[in-house]
């Protein structure tokens, strides 16, 4: 066998390495780049000495999206291809070098982590040229839903800094309602506004195309009313703001804010939902409580063939939805994090599903109601627990392609009915237990101990004065 170790770069040539399987380096390292024929003479250089059928594998860290072409070529060519974790590499790149760190020492390490710990190491197996497209377009849609919640955000505070108020509390709509969005083109100054008036504001919504779109003008004299609040805040004109300026602002931001719902329809409609069902038509995916077209898409993409999971601790510890474990002796810390592996799509979703789920299903809502009642968890512990149990079916329903069967925790089939009824009598959470459990409480306990405890050693200096002196 030949293990080559790529230590990926993105603005300059790779450095590669050769190794034998008794960890035994055949070549120095040197520079490759992503071309025909520079990973031609790179397997040449791997396979020279021994027969063609010799197998070679190629270890990688998945560095920016170098590692596609390198691995593409490498598939195409009969290699077995491992992208490992950044942090194994660095772990075991301390071990041999803890003071330095190069191009060439990784690539190095690369090569040796595949004899050193070969059972971290999984083959990558890249989807279809569809279950790629499938999974960027998941990541785009997640991109562009994010940069809506941030201008959102941000349009909001803009407007309750301008306006000392939500615009939908003077009765403008959401938003991106017709009458919000012209008023922010047209009256966003509030003294431009208490100059206008009523009529004219009126008058000239009426002109506009919008009009016809929104039912009602209550919203015209609350804002009119508002406007002279505002402006006895700020004075006329505010020397400190320029509402113009602002206007500007929020426009330009409503603009961006339009464009990315529009972008956000588009992915759904036109590329994430069509690819989904060409890849699962059984929709197998959504017979799971709280699974959606959109989370089915991501979990159909990243987990790609579920068989390439032996076990469900293997596909756990590959989604990142369990916790980090530190245990001595007889003693192990608890509330740890989260693991950072995974990909984040599917721990995210995984977490919202897991919250819609637990209401609906009895397995998962016992789960739920044991970590908070009896493990004393606060309710973001309880989801992650939920959420582990969760991908544990995305995993078999995608492997077997079956629907879900609705269970009891004795393993008796269930209507969605009946599953609710036994969820309401058996695994409601008290409140009691959440306000125990919550953040906010655990903190202030947390707060007490120790104030308690600094108490008790103010009276223990006060009362051995030696002590002090000493």
């Known amino acids: 066998m030949r293990i080559i ?17 008794r960890g035994k380096f055949l070549t120095p390292v040197f520079a ?15 396979r020279e000495g021994v027969e063609a059928s010799c197998p070679v594998v190629v270890v990688m860290e998945p560095t920016g999206l170098a590692w596609l072409p390198v691995t593409v070529y490498m598939l195409l060519h009969g290699v077995t291809v491992y992208l490992v974790n950044s942090q194994q590499v660095a772990d075991l ?13 990784d690539a ?44 959102t955000n941000q349009i909001i505070a803009l407007d309750r800094m301008a306006w000392l108020s939500d615009w939908e509390d003077l009765g403008l709509g959401d938003l991106l309602s017709p009458a919000a969005r012209w008023c922010r083109e047209h009256y966003y100054n509030p003294a431009a506004v208490v100059q206008a008036g009523v009529e004219p504001i ?14 009602g003008e209550a919203w015209i004299l609350a804002l009119v009313e508002r406007a002279g609040k505002v402006v006895e805040v700020y004075g006329d004109p505010c020397p400190y703001v320029d509402f113009d300026a602002l206007q500007a602002e929020v426009v330009m931001k409503q603009k961006w804010l339009g464009q990315l719902e529009a972008d956000r329809n588009h992915l759904r409609k036109d590329v994430v939902f069509p690819l989904y069902h060409q890849l699962h038509p059984s929709g197998n995916l959504e017979t799971l409580y709280g699974v959606g077209e959109e989370s089915a898409a991501v979990y159909l993409s990243f987990f790609g ?39 984040d799509l599917i721990k995210k979703f995984a977490y919202l599903d897991a919250e819609v789920a637990r209401r609906y299903d009895p397995q998962l809502a016992a789960i739920y109601y044991d970590q908070m009642v009896k493990k004393g968890k606060h309710h973001t512990q309880a989801v992650c627990a939920v959420a582990t149990h969760l991908l544990d079916r995305v995993w078999v329903v995608l492997a077997q392609d079956r629907p879900y069967d609705l269970r009891d925790v004795d393993g008796t089939s269930l209507t969605p009915e009946r599953a609710r009824k036994i969820i309401a009598e058996r695994y409601i959470v008290p409140e009691e237990v959440r ?26 200096r006060e009362s051995s004065p030696e002590l002090v002196r000493g």
Not at 32 to 46: R, S
Request: positive net charge; glycine residues 4%; hydrophobic residues 35%.
């Open 5 to 21: 170790g790529i230590d990926l770069a993105l603005t300059s040539a790779h450095k590669a390495v050769v190794m034998d399987d």
């Open 32 to 46: 490759v780049a992503t071309l025909p024929e520079a990973m031609a003479g790179l397997l040449q250089q791997a």
């Open 93 to 105: 790149r301390r071990f041999y070098k803890r003071h330095a760190k190069s191009d060439r020492i």
């Open 108 to 151: 190095r390490v690369l090569a040796k982590l595949y004899v050193v710990a070969p059972e971290k190491l999984h083959a990558l197996r890249l989807p279809a040229a569809s279950g790629y497209a499938l999974q960027r377009a998941c990541k785009q849609l997640d991109w562009v839903v994010t940069e809506i919640t941030k201008l």
């Open 202 to 215: 009126r008058q000239a919504w009426r002109a506009s195309n919008l009009a016809e779109l929104e039912e």
């Open 305 to 343: 063939d579920p068989s390439r999971f032996p076990t469900g601790r293997q596909m756990r510890g590959w989604s990142g939805m369990v916790p980090n474990s530190k245990q001595s002796a007889d003693s192990e810390s608890k509330g740890l994090h989260i693991s950072q592996a995974g990909p």
């Open 435 to 460: 306000k125990r459990n919550n953040r906010r409480t655990r903190r202030a306990r947390t707060e007490n101990r120790a104030e308690r405890r600094f108490t008790r050693q103010e009276r223990n």
